[in-house]
Structure formats: structure tokens, C-alpha cells
């Protein structure tokens, strides 16, 4: 049998999350982790082609002087976070508008005010796609350091069709030039133009015929997403654009229930959208058309945390039978954080999720979010050996640690990028 490339031996705990690549773990089965005592996994070609009890896989495979053996001496073992929602790229940041709402102004006060998304709107037309893309690259390395391997990335601080593309061309220059898979959704309806202030309806018609088109021609981005709240996108307009993007052939998410309670999760499931996101203010009727369909409940705790609100109700989501997934929302105004250790953390402690569901919602849920779960979320044969050691003996030291201290060694497509905490270069 040929050699493997990559083995990794001495996992106290291997938590594979094994059994939910088909469908997303909802229910009880969020708490199942797959973890196995004693483990390993080898790797060929960045895939995984053996997984289990340490005894059994050195047994099976065959290494070479050229196979990398990582020793994790008796630590954890997890699958990468797959971060299911980022605003990844954009221009400027916005630490004067976190000071003004530490002072008591709330996020839409300061949006209301000119500021907030179109702040950062300012900045992403300012800068060039090459500025952006440097920006962009420290931050993936940083996702890398905290234990991220695979981030969606939206555009929508342009609204116009030149700066959209200018942002989805810098996404898909990071995917080529960075190990980190980054998955590209159209956010084109993220706000209201500012040249179309007042005439919403004119800048749906312009993203449907111009904006959609040729983001779909350039093969640009897999999902598109809208901002349906108050003061921002209604639900007609929002059902407008899904209605077009659907019929292009994009996959669908929605910004859902976040800052008011608009059913916008019912128009995510009515329209098959892939995920809901946010849900601060969803309303239980909304719950229960989500518990009963394909669409990831996708809870962003980072968020509500930057913005002062109440968490998303996610006990009444699992019990209720919706899949789950958390993801970071790193963007520069509601949510500078991408540390995804911290986001499972303030799951646990903010929103009562277990450590053990949190896990699960930021590794093979967040890859169903993505549509991607055959590739990512999980160890298992066949899927991307994307991978975490941990400098601790069991995951419960994740949440425990709020973002700190626990990522030793990250593996994505079997490479090693992060070796004891540092960046490989
Ligand atoms: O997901 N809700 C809309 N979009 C972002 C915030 C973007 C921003 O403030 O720049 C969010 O919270
Ligand atoms: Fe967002």
C-alpha cells in the first residue's frame, strides 16, 4: 500500500464528529462528538484515508521517511472551525463607532446616523482590490492561529456593481493566494445604495438586472444573502432577490431576525435558503418552520455581544429540533471578532448551548452552512484532513479558554500551517 504523507499519532481525544456529513446533527445528536480515545489519522494527498483507535490505523498504514508524524502527546484533536459568515473584506474600521456605543448609542442609531455599514461602504470604494487583499491575508492568518480552516467571505460594502466585484475578484484572489478555503457570497443587498436613498425599490431592480447577472457570469460568488430588517430591505423586496438569484442559480442565505422581528426566517425556509442567520429576535412560530426544514440556523453570539442585545435563543432552537451552527459574523462594526474559540465560548456561557453542541455547530454544521459538508467539518475518509491539535487534553478546554491559549498545531489539506502556536511559512 503506498505510504501516507501525514500522520498524526498521540490524540488523548480525537473528536471527529463522524456520522452527520449527509444531513446536520440536530437534537441529542448535536452532543454526539464521535471523539475516540487513544487516536490517530493519516493523510494522503490532504486527505484523510485512515481515522480511528491508534492501534487499529498503525496497524493499517504504511509511512515512509518522507510521512510527517505529529505526535499531539496526549492532547485533543478536532476537526478546523468552519466559519459559516464573515464580512472578510473591507476597507477602514470602525473603533470610533465602538467607543460611541460603549457611550450608550445603538447600532442603528449610529447606521441611522450615516454611519455603520455605510462607513466601512466609504472605505471599501476608497480602497484598492490589492489594499483590501493585504488587509484580508492578516486576518485569514490570524482565523489560521485561532483554529479556523474554512471562512465564507461576503462582499456588500460596495452597493455598486464596479466596488461588488472589486470585492468578490479580492475574495477569490485570497482563496488562490492563502491556504484558508474561503467560500464567496454576493451581498450586494447588504444596505441601500447611498446614490438610491429613498428609492429602495429602484436598487433592487438595479441589483436584479445588472448587479445578480454579472456576478453569476463572472462565477463569482456560490451564495447570495440580503440584510432583511427594519429600515433596510423588506421582506418583498427581500423575496424579489432571492426570487432572481435563486433562478441564476445561487444558493441562498439571509441576514434573519437580527436587530427586529421581520419572519425573516420563514422567507429563508420558504425559499429553501441554505441558512437564517443572526435570529436575536426571532419569534417561535419562526423557530418552528425553521425545526422543519433544510435551513441552518446559523447564531452568531459574537454579535450580540459586541451590540449589547440579548443572545439568540438557541436552547429553544436545539430543543425544538433546528440544526445549528455558530460562525463568527467578523465584520468591522457589529462584530470585529473572528476568534472563533470565543464565539464557543460566549455560546456556552450566553446562549447555554453545551460545550459539546458548541463544538459541533462551529465544525460540521457550520460546513453544512456552507454546503460543503462531503468536504469539511468532519474527520472522516474522504474529507480534507483540515485539522486542530490543541494544547490541552479534552475540547472543553475551547470554551473554557474563551479564544486563548489552546490552539497548537493547525493542519489544512494536510499541510501543516500553524506549528506551536506560530505561523508556518
Ligand atoms: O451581520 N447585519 C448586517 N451586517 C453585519 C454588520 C455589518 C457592519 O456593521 O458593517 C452583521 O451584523
Ligand atoms: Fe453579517
Known amino acids: 500500500m503506498e505510504p501516507v504523507d501525514l500522520l498524526v499519532v498521540g490524540a488523548g481525544q480525537l473528536v471527529t464528529m463522524a456520522g452527520a456529513s449527509e ?71 470602525r473603533e470610533d463607532e465602538f467607543a460611541l456605543r460603549v457611550a450608550g448609542a445603538t447600532y442603528q442609531e449610529i447606521m441611522a446616523a450615516g454611519g455603520g455599514i455605510m462607513n466601512s461602504v466609504k472605505a471599501t470604494r476608497a480602497a484598492s482590490q490589492g489594499e483590501m487583499v493585504e488587509q484580508a491575508l492578516r486576518e485569514l492568518d490570524g482565523m489560521l492561529l485561532t483554529g479556523t480552516t474554512t471562512v465564507e467571505a461576503k462582499s456588500g460594502y ?57 456576478v453569476q457570469a463572472q462565477g463569482l460568488a456560490r451564495y447570495c444573502d440580503v440584510f432583511c430588517e427594519k429600515g433596510v430591505f423588506t421582506p418583498e423586496q427581500t423575496r424579489r432577490i432571492f426570487a432572481a438569484a435563486r433562478d441564476l442559480g445561487f444558493a441562498l442565505k439571509l441576514h434573519a431576525d437580527e436587530l427586529s ?56 432552537m436545539v430543543e425544538a429540533g433546528c440544526a445549528v451552527a455558530l460562525a463568527s459574523d467578523f465584520n468591522p462594526g457589529s462584530c470585529p471578532t473572528y476568534n ?47 485539522l486542530v491539535i490543541l494544547n490541552a487534553s479534552s475540547h472543553r478546554h475551547i470554551p473554557y479558554r474563551g479564544g486563548t491559549g489552546v490552539v497548537r498545531t493547525v493542519v ?14
Open 23 to 93: 444531513r446536520p446533527k440536530r437534537g441529542a445528536d448535536l452532543r454526539e462528538i464521535g471523539a475516540v480515545a487513544d487516536g490517530a489519522l493519516a493523510a494522503r494527498d490532504g486527505v484523510i484515508v485512515d481515522v480511528g483507535p491508534a492501534h487499529e490505523v498503525l496497524a493499517r498504514v504504511t509511512t515512509s521517511p518522507k510521512t510527517r508524524v505529529l505526535d499531539a502527546r496526549g492532547a485533543a484533536v478536532i476537526p478546523g472551525f468552519v466559519d459559516s459568515h464573515t464580512h472578510l473584506v473591507f476597507g477602514g474600521s
Open 158 to 214: 460596495g452597493l455598486d456593481l464596479a466596488t461588488e466585484l472589486k470585492q468578490l475578484r479580492a475574495i477569490q484572489e485570497l482563496q488562490a493566494r492563502h491556504p484558508m478555503d474561503v467560500v464567496p457570497t454576493f451581498l450586494g443587498a447588504h444596505e441601500v445604495a447611498p446614490e438610491y436613498r429613498g428609492r429602495a425599490d429602484e436598487y433592487v431592480d438595479l441589483l436584479i438586472r445588472e448587479m445578480l447577472p454579472a
Open 261 to 316: 422581528d421581520l419572519s425573516g426566517a420563514q422567507i429563508a425556509v420558504e425559499y429553501g435558503a441554505t441558512s437564517a442567520d443572526h435570529l436575536l429576535c426571532i419569534s417561535d412560530e419562526s423557530i418552528w418552520a425553521l425545526a422543519g426544514s433544510s435551513t441552518m440556523a446559523t447564531l452568531l453570539p459574537g454579535t450580540a455581544f459586541y451590540l449589547k442585545m440579548p443572545y439568540a435563543r438557541a436552547r429553544a
Open 340 to 386: 472563533m474559540g470565543l464565539v464557543i465560548t460566549l455560546a456556552c456561557l450566553g446562549m447555554a448551548l453545551t460545550p459539546e453542541e458548541a463544538l459541533a455547530a462551529a465544525t460540521i454544521n457550520g460546513a453544512h452552512a456552507l454546503g460543503i459538508a462531503d468536504r469539511v467539518g468532519s474527520l472522516e475518509v474522504g474529507k480534507q484532513a483540515d
Open 412 to 425: 489544512k489539506r494536510g499541510v501543516v500551517v500553524v506549528e506551536d502556536g506560530r505561523l508556518v511559512r
